[in-house]
């Protein structure tokens, strides 16, 4: 089934990436930003439900489609029955593993309808592969090798140019050193902060850090989000004692 009533079917490897994407974006986004309401529709009492991505980055939990065989590989089935049965983040991540195995059969599917060569399905699943999957970004499993970022507690996570000439003058104090030598240890250690945050994923879409971006850490999971993802604006940040993302708010509200 496909959100919006018009049939899409991508047809080069550029396109059923595009199509991967978006969908994927849009599982995200109900797995992470907008869980609460992810939760609160996969009801248990329901019939069988299946979470769908959209190639317009929309979300959709609905019953799987009538037609047999359906048009598309069909998702995961039955995933609210699980639901009051586990741990919340364990039957999300459940959730994020079968979004996964079903967005590369979909993916895989148009390959073979559209006749992909074995150097076409090669270079779409290296593409593919280059994003961390729906259950990393899920868990945080994609930016542990960013560890060390957590400990930051800059609100602002993007680390702007003053932060960073705020650090650099420290290390190296103007009566120490020659102007443009010291304006190199700047750039220098600007250029370190960008290396530091280029692995960061943020936690609601799963792309990557971008400086000129503003990002915004949450105190309880550590996970690093876009503002405009969770909606928090840089003049809003500064007024955050303790940010709280929406995973994590909805977990301290529910009984």
Known sequence: MEGGGAQYNPRTV???????????????????????????QCD????NLCLYGFPNEQWEVNLPAEEVPPELPEPAL?????????????????????????LLSVAFYFGARFGFDKADRKRLFNMINDLPTIFEVVTGAAKKQTKEKSSVSNHSSNKSKSN?????????????????????????DEDEDEDEHGETLCGACGENYASDEFWICCDVCEKWFHGKCVK??????EHIKQYKCPSCSNKRARP
């Open 78 to 102: 039955g995933i609210n029955f699980a639901r009051d049965g586990m741990q919340e983040k364990d039957w999300l991540s459940l959730v994020a593993v079968h979004s996964d195995a079903w």
């Open 232 to 237: 928090i604006t840089p003049a809003r940040a």
């Open 44 to 47: 248990p009492e329901k019939e």
């Open 14 to 40: 550029e396109e059923v990436f595009r199509d991967f994407k978006g969908r994927r974006a849009g599982m995200i986004k109900a797995l992470t930003a907008d869980v609460e309401e992810f939760y609160q």
């Open 164 to 188: 960073s000439k705020t650090e650099s003058q420290a290390k190296h104090p103007k009566a120490s050193q020659p102007k443009d030598e010291e304006e190199g240890l700047e750039d220098e």
